[in-house]
């Protein structure tokens, strides 16, 4: 049995076409997720224009380290996706890089999720979680960290489901369930996780930045 | 009960309001006309196996024919716009000299106060041929201030105040209805405007109980709240003076320059910490959940009252 | 298949329909058929329909007296909240793209099935598990926040299981999405040779403008739903303006969705009403290019309106021009499709079976609804009439008059394909008439007590108004019985009806070349396209008498 009719699915009679409209609906998919976080990011503003100081107060709070280091954790991890996408090119050739690749994406997004496990908790020590006894008082700082908890939180959503995706992949090629070279879900995952990738770096600078500008 | 058919048009907004729907009232009617009149036309004429003529469609159906009426119609649509949008732009800013009157909604009742202290609940007693001019802000959640036989409508806030102004021109009394669902009680959230003619307004206002004036009150408020502890010319502690502070810019500690008005002095009150005054301590306590609304209407005239004091001097 | 089969010499062995391979149960649960997926979906919308409509009866019996006499007014809050929330998300939104639509698109383009089968099931159980969560709601106390979710009082104030019904109405918005997604997909990827898009029915067209709109508007309601759901669970203070938040931004982001939502809504009803009209009046449609232009421009220019529901919200006046003004400009495409509607009728061949009944009504109750749209889009008159019972009757001209009567049309229409039955036109006719009556006897006296100042959500009622409110129950009682009539033939129709052929309308379009219900994948023989569409007849003439020359000639009994 060829390692191509195992993926060719229903309804396509044509594997190049099913590919591209892997690719076609992935991209489509990551429109409404642009508007999803644009929305977030749309609330943000509006706040933030309404309570400027409140928000440099607030985002001076924040630990720059353990954003600046996530952000490097992620951008090192989608290099390796991109790594492995691109590997998978060339099929069986490159398999164990394929692997390799996939398995440090996991592995960083992981290291991702327990840094931010120690910025959180470093931030309800200091009381950071909007509510009686919020550390900061202008209304518009609890209004930042409001938003930072549901955006980060959203982010962190998105990020552990991207993890699950490539987790199973790396799992299906290692036991060779599934063909390496043109895999629509390779590439639909690759997608996927490049924006949570491009999300964050939108997160970034509107969290960790503000009131340490100037 | 109000009639069931038809609805006074009691002020001079009303009378614009109906003009416009009537206009729009006919367009529509012409249209349904056309368009119903049209199918029901085609439907016996062209019914199958009737003998009406088919064959080659005219000429006149083409492609410029349906650019023609898209144009047209978009044409027709932006004109009304314009003319519906200009006819009502008094609408936008009370006049000056408008009788002032503040309105405080809460779940589920109305509190109106006149500039003069006179308050009322569920009601309001407005003077004939005068603008009125509404200030109001709700405690709880969104309301929506409707007087059906003014055609005026406003969301009430919270956190925000947000006006309307009218010029009533028939005496009488009319429905006031609460428009935005609150809760529980939204459907009886009622109460009656009336229009009284001008001697008779000015006798009922003052004839009202306790007529204290808001800045009186608020003189009494400022005192027993004990913001004259800190911020009265005899106290030790180093709190900024309120004499002339309404309308003058204040420097705040971080640099901004701010105006001294209605929404200062309530954040000021409120949330005493976000806006320090540069060269004071932010120690200033928030009297949120202490004042209600009214009360800090009353303390906003009494300071209000202080700057034209001092100009008087 | 061999190249005989593909040349259609060789009769092809007998093989079960769609409905009959497979009858278990688990073979319904687990199908990945598009034709399937689509019954499940009217299962579900139809029990949908049933619920919120057992709830606006009850509010309608109770306004018979201004004030009240069996419901307490936190009930009364509730059963309206729960028609709404139930009406939108569970019926009207899925009804036509996830019933018609799914078992039509891939027919329409002569594809075997949609592009992501197995997303499409997804799909339904996301909207099962999304209707749980909102009868939990219902069943566990009710939600009394109105359809809307007014922030603060969702966010602060109400008692009710507000989170449980924003998260049901949360996960259906990702059914939605991943319909949209599917349906785009779909008409990219899967279109037969020779199927150009200005050779696709205005329906294939409907769906698709109304599949952009679910993918991209749908987020943001998400959104505004995520931002409730943290307020009252976690204590964010977004909406809360005493810790610096804003109530109105709540409805910006609402109003985002829910005003291309109504486009959601109706577009796919336009597309119906654009395949019924051809086909009953033998008439290539008037305008198709226009047509096209007009749901296209619906789409897109319905992403800017959506302030024109906040007017008296204090937003500012420049804002509120704005969207007044594109409010305006949006009504232009829909009376472009209204013109050539009526056009096509010209020099037709026009017969009055029930979907063309209920395809003609569409078309009148979509224009007064429309029109009353125009009063609301004019700033002046709608600060006297929002939140009245004008705007009540101005939705629900669109999305009942509408919505529900094109999907009733459609319904009757493809009914034959999709069971392979005929159900009996004279009751349906009945229907239909009976339809058209007590809707207008509901909803037309609800414009004149909105003018006279009635307002929305009102458990309790001046008395002046009282006599509205009767006749409109009355008519409410009337449409009921029309809405339980098709119920009652059509089910009969499935046990007792007459066999369908494969074209009983003799119209034009892919789906009627294949069998009546069709085989699982929808075509024995490659579709091909060489012709547009609304082939009724030759280009430049009017309708005839002949039957136009089905596509593709092959008629596989």
């Not at chain 1, 164990?96 to 309800?124: M, P, S």
């Not at chain 2, 002032?100 to 309001?124: C, D, F, P, Y």
């Not at chain 3, 003018?451 to 959500?457: A, H, I, K, N, V």
């Not at chain 3, 699982?520 to 009724?536: A, G, I, L, S, T």
Request: glycine share 8%; proline share 5%.
């Amino acid at each position: 049995m060829s390692d191509e009719s195992a993926v060719l699915r229903e309804p396509w009679l044509d594997f190049d076409r099913q590919r591209e409209a892997a690719k076609f609906g992935i991209w489509v998919f990551l429109g409404s997720e642009a508007l999803f976080f644009g929305a977030l990011l749309m609330t943000y503003t509006v706040c933030r224009v309404e309570h400027p100081e409140a928000f440099a107060a607030a985002g001076r709070e924040t630990n720059i380290w353990y954003g600046t280091i996530n952000t490097a954790v992620l951008l090192t991890s989608s290099l390796s996706m991109a790594m492995a996408s691109q590997a998978a090119e060339s099929g069986m050739r490159f398999r164990r890089l394929v692997l390799g690749c996939l398995l440090a994406t996991v592995l960083l997004g992981l290291a991702f999720i327990v840094i931010k496990g120690f910025e959180y908790k470093e931030d309800i020590d200091k009381h950071l979680v909007p509510g009686a006894g919020f550390a900061l008082p202008q209304a518009g700082a609890q209004l930042f960290y409001g938003l930072y908890w549901l955006v980060t939180g959203v982010h962190a959503v998105h990020l552990s489901i991207g993890m699950v995706l490539v987790s199973r992949l790396f799992w299906m090629f290692y036991q060779r369930k599934l063909r390496i070279s043109e895999n629509p879900e390779l590439e639909v995952t690759a997608l996927y996780w490049h924006l949570v990738d491009i999300v964050w770096i939108f997160l970034y600078p509107l969290i960790y930045l503000p009131g340490r500008a100037s | 009960m109000n009639s069931s058919f038809s609805l006074p048009e009691a002020t001079t907004h009303a009378v614009t309001v109906d003009h416009i729907f009537y206009l729009l009232l006919v367009l529509s009617g012409a249209t349904v006309v056309l368009v119903f009149g049209l199918i029901l036309l085609f439907a016996v004429r062209y019914r199958r196996g009737s003998s009406a003529k088919r064959g080659p469609m005219p000429e006149l159906l083409s492609h410029e024919f349906e650019i023609g009426w898209t144009l047209a119609t978009l044409l027709t649509f932006a004109f009304l716009f314009w003319w519906v949008s200009s006819a009502d732009l008094s609408s936008l800013a009370a006049p000056v000299g408008a009788l002032e009157i503040h309105v405080v909604a809460k779940q589920w009742m109305w509190k109106t106060q006149h500039s003069n202290g006179a308050r009322e609940i569920n009601a309001l007693h407005v003077p004939i041929n005068q603008p009125v001019h509404l200030l109001m802000s709700s405690q709880d959640v969104i309301h929506s201030f409707f007087v059906p036989a003014f055609r005026v409508k406003k969301d009430v806030l919270p956190g925000r105040d947000t006006d309307i102004w009218f010029q009533a021109t028939e005496t009488g009394v009319f429905s006031l209805l609460c428009a935005e669902y609150c809760g529980t009680n939204h459907s009886m959230m009622r109460g009656k405007i009336i229009v009284m003619r001008q001697e008779d307004y000015a006798k009922w206002l003052v004839q009202q109980p306790e007529g204290d004036d808001l800045a009186h009150e608020g003189a009494k408020l400022f005192v027993a709240q004990g913001c004259s502890g800190c911020h009265a010319g005899s106290s030790n502690v180093h709190a900024p003076r309120l004499d002339g502070l309404y309308g003058r810019a204040v420097q705040l500690s971080d640099g901004r320059t701010v105006k001294a008005d209605d929404a200062y002095l309530r954040d000021s009150i409120l949330e005493p910490k976000r806006d320090v005054v540069a060269g004071y301590e932010p120690i200033m306590p928030s009297f949120k959940g202490i004042l209600d609304d009214g009360e800090i209407q009353s303390l906003t005239a009494y300071i209000r009252s202080l700057a034209q004091e001092k100009q008087n001097d | 298949m061999t190249d005989a089969l593909l040349a259609g010499e060789l009769p092809l062995p007998p093989r079960p329909d769609y409905l009959r391979h497979g009858s278990t149960i688990a073979s319904w649960l687990t199908t990945t058929d598009h034709k399937r997926i689509a019954i499940l979906y009217a299962v579900t919308i139809t029990f949908f329909f049933f619920l919120g409509g057992a709830a606006i009866t009850a509010v309608r019996l109770e306004l018979f007296q201004p004030n009240g006499w069996f419901l307490t007014s936190d009930s009364y809050n509730k059963l309206f909240s729960f028609h709404g929330i139930v009406m939108v998300w569970f019926f009207l939104v899925p009804s036509i793209p996830n019933t018609l639509g799914n078992f039509l698109l891939p027919l329409m383009i002569g594809a075997p099935d949609v592009a992501f089968p197995r997303l499409n099931l997804f799909s339904w159980y996301l909207t099962l598990a999304a209707g749980a969560l909102t009868v939990y709601a219902l069943l566990a106390g009710g939600v009394d926040t109105g359809w809307t979710f007014y922030t603060p009082y969702s966010s602060m104030f109400s008692n009710t299981h507000v989170f449980a019904a924003a998260a049901g109405v949360f996960v259906v918005g990702f059914a939605s999405i991943a319909t949209g997604v599917n349906f785009i997909a779909t008409t990219h990827m899967l279109r037969a040779p020779g199927m150009t898009w200005f050779r696709l029915p205005l329906f294939v067209w409907a769906i698709y403008a109304t599949s952009l709109i679910m993918v991209l508007a749908t987020p943001v309601l998400a959104i505004s739903l995520l931002l409730v759901i943290a307020e009252r669970w976690l204590g964010l203070p977004i909406f809360d303006p005493s810790r610096g938040g804003d109530p109105v931004l709540f409805q910006h982001l609402f109003w985002f969705y829910s005003h291309p939502a109504v486009y959601i809504m109706v577009l796919p009803a336009m597309g119906v009403v654009s395949e019924i009209i051809p086909c009953f009046a033998r008439r290539r449609i008037f305008g198709y290019d226009f047509m096209v232009y007009a749901m296209l421009a619906i789409s897109g220019i319905g992403f800017f309106v959506w302030g024109h529901h906040m007017f008296v919200s204090g937003q500012s006046a420049l804002a509120s021009l704005v969207f007044s003004f594109l409010s305006f400009i949006i009504a232009v495409p829909s009376a472009i499709k209204v013109f050539n509607w009526t056009a096509s009728l010209y020099r037709g061949q026009i017969s009055f079976e029930s979907p063309m009944l209920y395809a003609l009504g569409f078309v009148g109750l979509f224009t007064t609804g429309g029109l009353s749209g125009l009063f609301l889009a004019s700033i002046p008159v709608d600060i006297h009439v929002t939140d009245t019972y004008f705007v009540v009757a101005h939705f629900h001209y669109i999305m009942v008059g509408g919505s529900v009567s094109a999907f009733f049309a459609g319904l009757h229409f493809w009914w034959p394909k999709a069971t392979g039955k005929l159900y009996p036109e004279s009751w349906a006719k009945f229907a239909a008439i009976l339809m058209y009556s007590g809707f207008n006897m509901t909803f037309l006296p609800q414009f004149f007590a909105g003018y006279l100042g009635m307002p929305r959500r009102y458990h309790t009622y001046p008395a002046e108004f009282q006599i509205y409110n009767v006749m409109s129950s009355a008519g409410a009682a009337v449409l009921a019985v029309a809405y339980l009539l098709p119920l009652g033939y059509l089910t009969w129709s499935l046990f007792y009806g007459g066999r369908a052929g494969n074209n009983p309308w003799e119209a034009t379009g892919l789906e009627w070349t294949t069998t009546s219900p069709p085989p699982p994948k929808n075509f024995d023989w490659q579709p091909r396209v060489d012709r547009e569409p609304y082939d009724y007849h030759a280009e430049g003439l009017s309708a005839g008498t002949d039957r136009p020359e089905v596509q593709n000639v092959r008629e596989i009994q």
